[in-house]
T-cell receptor, first 109, second 115 residues
Framework: EDQVTQSPEALRLQEGESSSLNCSYT??????LFWYRQDPGKGPEFLFTLYSAGEEKEKERLKATLTKKESFLHITAPKPEDSATYLCACERGTYKYIFGTGTRLKVLA | EAGVAQSPRYKIIEKRQSVAFWCNPI?????LYWYQQILGQGPKLLIQ????????DSQLPKDRFSAERLKGVDSTLKIQPAKLEDSAVYLC?????????????FGSGTQLSVL
């Protein structure tokens, strides 16, 4: 059965304290792995798509990486405005997505 | 470009009542999804449409949930009768055919509370 697991469930960081979020997956026929950011009361907002092992993408303080079994979202020197829930999703067929449960990140000033 | 529109933003109902949600996807997006997101969990697919046809409704509780996408544009999701466990945020999303990232665009959701 296809499965996407995120860890940790919640993470509290001090401003400037770098860390990584994990997304482990067992998905047959992976077409792409997506990272989304979700703020309270809003829908998820797209961050990155990764397609093959070894691929990396960066945006401001965020960097996403992909291996054959997992993806990491690295947050460098986070700021309070980075506080949000980060969701990982796998595309297992054209336009068919399965989501993880998310990591709730809180960055303290 | 305009985003995915959803209404209402909030709804409070008693159990056994009925409720309907509306979604208007991004113009030109053929594929539309309804997701259920329970507090602290990731979005769970309820139904996927391609134009006005159903692609996947395997996780839709068909005894109480129904959805339609007439004319292949906007969509409605209905719950009748509602149960306490239906309390969740209902998210609508769409994706554009041929988009290089194949990323989902989400609306802000409807937060449903069943009392």
């Amino acid at each position: 059965e296809d499965q996407v697991t995120q860890s940790p469930e919640a993470l509290r960081l001090q401003e400037g304290e770098s860390s990584s979020l994990n997304c482990s997956y067992t998905v047959s026929g992976l077409r792409g792995l997506f990272w989304y950011r979700q703020d309270p009361g809003k829908g998820p907002e797209f961050l990155f798509t990764l397609y093959s092992a070894g691929e990396e993408k960066e945006k401001e303080r965020l960097k996403a990486t992909l291996t054959k079994k997992e993806s990491f979202l690295h947050i460098t020197a986070p700021k309070p405005e980075d506080s949000a829930t980060y969701l990982c999703a796998c595309e297992r067929g054209t336009y068919k997505y399965i989501f993880g449960t998310g990591t709730r990140l809180k960055v303290l000033a | 470009e305009a985003g995915v529109a959803q209404s209402p933003r909030y709804k409070i109902i008693e159990k056994r009542q009925s409720v309907a949600f509306w979604c208007n996807p991004i113009s030109g997006h053929a594929t539309l999804y309804w997701y259920q997101q329970i507090l602290g969990q990731g979005p769970k697919l309820l139904i996927q449409f391609q134009n006005n046809g159903v692609v996947d409704d395997s996780q839709l509780p068909k005894d109480r949930f129904s959805a339609e996408r007439l004319k292949g544009v906007d969509s409605t999701l209905k719950i009748q009768p509602a149960k306490l466990e239906d309390s969740a945020v209902y998210l609508c999303a769409s994706v554009g055919t041929g988009d290089t990232d194949e990323k989902l665009f989400f609306g802000s959701g409807t937060q449903l509370s069943v009392l």
